[in-house]
């Protein structure tokens, strides 16, 4: 009896999470912020690659742990849109932001599971700040239970936003094996470890005119580490 209550109690804190997730998704349909995409601190899951249509995020801010499981929101975004955004930022704001991290040896955590080179890096961080932006309407939106020990996962909730309108579901889905590869392996390999700390490949020198790549600056001017890489990188 007392198991039985206990999954109740579980089952109704699962509901009333993702419905509260899902008051704050009613801006998609409206096209104001959606606030259930801003403020879980969105991690990318897996470096873009040229075939696949969208890039997924996890928050990592808002991580639970409870009897052996844990519990985590994943969303997925359209890589055209992250790819307008970049480039209709006419300011250079998102440029300004990603240099400073890079400059400060912020690393993506995916560089824990795959080795990152420089313009990926980069995409990595303007597209979770992007992510963290939350101007972007995710395609699908969804609350993971992963059990590390035994290396399953399951979705509790799915949310998406369809013909104009939000849609969820709030049945737990039946447990699978974590694969061993993508966003659900690079999932659990962030979770279930406790990796060490990473510094950014992209500070490979104190400042970007002493590179011998570089030996003049970008247009004579004197660039950090992380303005240098942006300003050589090859638009996307």
Known sequence: ?????SRS????WGVTRTLAFLIGCTAL???????????LGW???????????????????????????????????SKEDL?????????GSLSDIAAEKIAHDYVPPIARVKALEGDQIVDAVMDEELANNGNIRPLVTALREIDCAKRQARELSVIMPVDGQVRSSDTPQDWHRVPNVGDLASLSKFLCTTPPTLRSKARW????????QNPMGVGG???SSGEYLLATRPRR
């Open 83 to 91: 790819n307008n955004a970049v480039k209709e930022d006419s300011t």
């Open 9 to 12: 109690i579980k089952l109704r």
């Open 1 to 5: 009896m007392l198991a039985a209550s």
């Open 29 to 39: 349909i409206s096209g104001a912020l959606p606030t259930c995409a801003a403020g």
């Open 43 to 77: 991690k990318v899951l897996r470096p873009q690659a040229v075939k696949d249509p969208e890039v997924c995020f996890y928050g990592s801010a808002n991580v639970v742990r409870a009897n052996g499981l844990l519990s985590v929101w994943t969303k997925c975004l």
């Open 205 to 212: 020198a104190p400042r970007a005119r002493d590179s011998p």
């Open 221 to 223: 001017a004197t660039l």
